[in-house]
């Protein structure tokens, strides 16, 4: 996927309005670029001018300086260590850095470890990473279940769908992995970036590309919301999910201020 629609976010293979699924003019280049063995020439990040971090769109500020201009830069594959300078998989910056609205953080992981295509020697064998002290409940908001949260989610997702989305729990390992990562950063002063390395070790089987997506609610979840309510608020902001998507993995984890978070991981077919 190169372009995508801004106003319902259907995928296009080419820059030629009108979407075709909502009749919008005009089309957005997709957050993330493929990432495959034959186009990775191609792939970039947005550096800021003033401190050099990155970022997966030309949206200023800098999550960590304030910084307003972003400079286009060619990735290079020391990008994807773990460092001062976050690279390609930064999924999402501090929460009080994000705007009034849900915030969704996307990621495509397309490369050939992950479509299960060929192994990555000592990577799976080494098991999946995990996050230890991470803030907040990952069971429940008072009488709200991160599990009931969870299950209203992924019936969202399969409205009006058909076939059904089947839920995966390899996918959901992958998710909570990149929930607990992320809400981690939020909170506290371990912002640690999330690597190519660490997400190949799930081991996930998938014949098409990977995608993460990230979103929270901006005010805490109040006494007596359920898990349906929830659900639609986290989801109203994210578009329909592509057809070609098969399988999916969900996390619900609440921070300590009581706003709930949800990260969503997917498997799209391999003709997508």
Same mark, same amino acid.
Not at 185 to 198: K, L, M, S, V
């Given at each position: 996927?190169?372009?995508?629609?801004?106003?319902?976010?259907?995928?296009?293979?080419?820059?030629?309005?009108?979407?075709?699924?909502?009749?919008?003019?005009?089309?957005?280049?997709?957050?993330?670029?493929?990432?495959?063995?034959?186009?990775?020439?191609?792939?970039?990040?947005?550096?800021?001018?003033?401190?050099?971090?990155?970022?997966?769109?030309?949206?200023?500020?800098?999550?960590?300086?304030?910084?307003?201009?972003?400079?286009?830069?060619?990735?290079?594959?020391?990008?994807?260590?773990?460092?001062?300078?976050? %690279?390609?998989?930064?999924?999402?910056?501090?929460?009080?850095?994000?705007?009034?609205?849900?915030?969704?953080?996307?990621?495509?992981?397309?490369?050939? %470890?992950?479509?299960?295509?060929?192994?990555?020697?000592?990577?799976?064998?080494?098991?999946?990473?995990?996050?230890? %002290?991470?803030?907040?409940?990952?069971?429940?908001?008072?009488?709200? @279940?991160?599990?009931?949260?969870?299950?209203?989610?992924?019936?969202?997702?399969?409205?009006?769908?058909?076939?059904?989305?089947?839920?995966?729990?390899?996918?959901?390992?992958?998710?909570?992995?990149?929930?607990?990562?992320?809400?981690?950063?939020?909170?506290?002063?371990?912002?640690?970036?999330?690597?190519?390395?660490?997400?190949?070790?799930?081991?996930?089987?998938? @014949?098409?590309?990977?995608?993460?997506?990230?979103?929270?609610?901006?005010?805490?979840?109040?006494?007596?919301?359920?898990?349906?309510?929830?659900?639609?608020?986290?989801?109203?902001?994210?578009?329909?999910?592509?057809?070609?998507?098969?399988?999916? %993995?969900?996390?619900?984890?609440?921070?300590?201020?009581?706003?709930?978070?949800?990260?969503?991981?997917?498997?799209?077919?391999?003709? @997508?």
């Amino acid at each position: 996927m190169k372009w995508r629609c801004p106003q319902c976010g259907k995928p296009h293979e080419r820059n030629d309005p009108p979407c075709d699924n909502c009749g919008h003019h005009r089309f957005e280049r997709a957050v993330v670029p493929q990432a495959t063995a034959e186009d990775d020439h191609e792939q970039f990040v947005w550096a800021c001018a003033d401190c050099g971090r990155h970022h997966q769109r030309n949206n200023p500020p800098c999550s960590r300086c304030g910084g307003t201009t972003f400079e286009k830069k060619p990735l290079a594959d020391d990008d994807f260590e773990t460092g001062d300078t976050p %690279g390609y998989f930064e999924l999402a910056g501090r929460v009080e850095a994000a705007a009034a609205l849900v915030v969704v953080a996307l990621v495509a992981v397309g490369a050939l %470890g992950f479509l299960g295509v060929i192994d990555i020697p000592g990577l799976t064998s080494q098991g999946p990473p995990s996050v230890e %002290g991470v803030p907040g409940n990952e069971t429940a908001v008072g009488d709200l @279940s991160m599990a009931e949260v969870e299950t209203s989610v992924f019936a969202e997702l399969n409205v009006d769908r058909t076939p059904r989305l089947k839920r995966s729990g390899d996918l959901d390992s992958m998710a909570t992995y990149v929930n607990q990562r992320l809400v981690k950063n939020a909170y506290t002063d371990d912002d640690r970036e999330i690597t190519r390395d660490q997400l190949r070790r799930f081991d996930v089987r998938c @014949s098409g590309t990977i995608s993460v997506e990230q979103e929270w609610t901006m005010t805490a979840v109040a006494d007596g919301t359920d898990a349906e309510t929830t659900a639609r608020r986290l989801l109203e902001q994210l578009g329909p999910t592509p057809d070609s998507v098969e399988r999916v %993995g969900i996390d619900a984890h609440a921070g300590p201020d009581d706003r709930v978070f949800v990260t969503v991981a997917s498997c799209q077919a391999a003709d @997508s």
